[in-house]
């Protein structure tokens, strides 16, 4: 088991391949300057990749304390015994409190790769962050049996406290001043021998069709109301006049209308975009999960007592076949 040396939170930045920031890092920034404000500790950035400064500087102007650096080449790509090795050398030499990790699928992957070789917990999807008042531990608040209920994990005993947050749950702040803030550059020696996985190549496969919903500033969802794969058609008319990205409910990829990659909600993608106009769905506690933090909530339904209704900001009672079309005419009318 790791041992706590300092009240210091850390967000894990993963990084792409040209050495950027992954999004969800420099969101994990925001509750991570809270939290760590809150236990009197230092929010440091720990970055891993190769040829990371865009990263560093990025952290810089999110409002880290402090970086962490591991810059060298066998870090370009993720790999999982790569990436567990170091990070639990940091964490070992170190001793941070916290860290918070982006759940993409790599951050999935290494969570509890390094929970179980420190000996500690981890709380996975987490919704919210706060830290106990009585206690001074972090309470990791996410959705429990089937997201009819919320739990609020802590993690009393073992250290450091360890927890895995969607991208999207919360929003990144707009760059402020670039800090001469510390940097530590650390050097982890890492032999064949101890990656058993070797990366070959990288095919984009889906570059033609990425659905890049947590980063779209407007969403157009459809579900089980728009009655088919033909109805996402007015749902896909309205997105383009609105340059918006597509979304879907659960229900509409289980039917087949529309591929997985589009899903909002608690098994799909958590979203925050500035509006997100909902068509044909009812709003199950799920799918709210996925999407309840967006600036503003459009809500199309011809049932009045859908629960949607309750956490829209504009709610349209009507069929959606015959409202779509007419808001994407007057919309692009608007336009010119
Ligand atoms: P419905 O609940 O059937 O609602 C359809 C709505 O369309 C109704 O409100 C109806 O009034 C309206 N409608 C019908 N026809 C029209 C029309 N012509 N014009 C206008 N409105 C119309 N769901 C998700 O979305 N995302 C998830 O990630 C997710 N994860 C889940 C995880 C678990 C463990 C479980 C148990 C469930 C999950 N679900 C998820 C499923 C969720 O519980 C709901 O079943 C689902 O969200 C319902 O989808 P829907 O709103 O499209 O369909």
Request: charged share 25%; hydrophobic share 40%; with cysteine.
């Amino acid at each position: 088991m790791a041992v706590e040396k300092t009240k210091d939170l850390w967000v894990f930045i993963e990084t792409e391949d040209e050495g950027t920031a992954k999004s969800v890092g420099l969101e994990l920034l925001v509750p991570g300057r809270r939290l760590a404000d809150k236990q009197n500790g230092k929010l440091v950035a720990v970055i891993l990749g190769s040829n990371v400064a865009p990263a560093l500087e990025a952290v810089k102007a999110h409002g880290a304390d402090e970086a962490i650096v591991v810059d060298q080449p066998e870090l370009k790509h993720y790999n999982t015994d790569a990436y567990a090795k170091v990070l639990c050398e940091l964490i070992e030499k170190y001793g941070p409190s916290v860290m918070l990790i982006g759940a993409t699928n790599n951050g999935r992957d290494i969570g509890p790769r390094i929970s179980c070789r420190l000996g500690t917990g981890l709380t996975a999807d987490c919704t919210a962050l706060d830290i106990d008042d009585e206690t001074g531990n972090m309470a990791w608040t996410r959705p429990a049996f089937g997201g009819n209920l919320m739990a609020t994990i802590m993690c009393p005993d073992h250290r450091p406290q360890l927890g895995t947050v969607r991208p999207g749950v919360f929003k990144k702040s707009e760059p402020g001043e670039v800090k001469d803030i510390p940097v530590i550059k650390e050097k982890v020696e890492i032999t064949d021998a101890e990656k058993r996985v070797e990366l070959l190549e990288v095919i984009n496969e889906m570059a033609g069709e990425l659905v890049d919903l947590e980063n779209a500033e407007i969403i157009v969802s459809g579900g089980r109301g728009v009655g088919g794969p033909e109805g996402f058609a007015p749902v896909r008319e309205l997105a383009e006049v609105l340059g918006a990205t597509v979304g879907a409910s659960r229900a509409a990829v289980d039917a087949g209308w529309i591929p997985h990659a589009h899903q909002v909600g608690q098994t799909g993608k958590t979203v925050g975009p500035k509006i997100y106009i909902a068509c044909g769905i009812s709003g199950a506690i799920q799918h709210l999960a996925g999407m309840s933090s967006s600036d503003v909530i459009i809500a199309i339904n011809k049932d009045p007592d859908a629960p949607i209704f309750n956490v829209a900001d504009y709610g349209l009672v009507g069929d959606l076949k015959v409202v779509l079309p007419i808001l994407t005419e007057k919309i692009r009318k608007y336009k010119g």
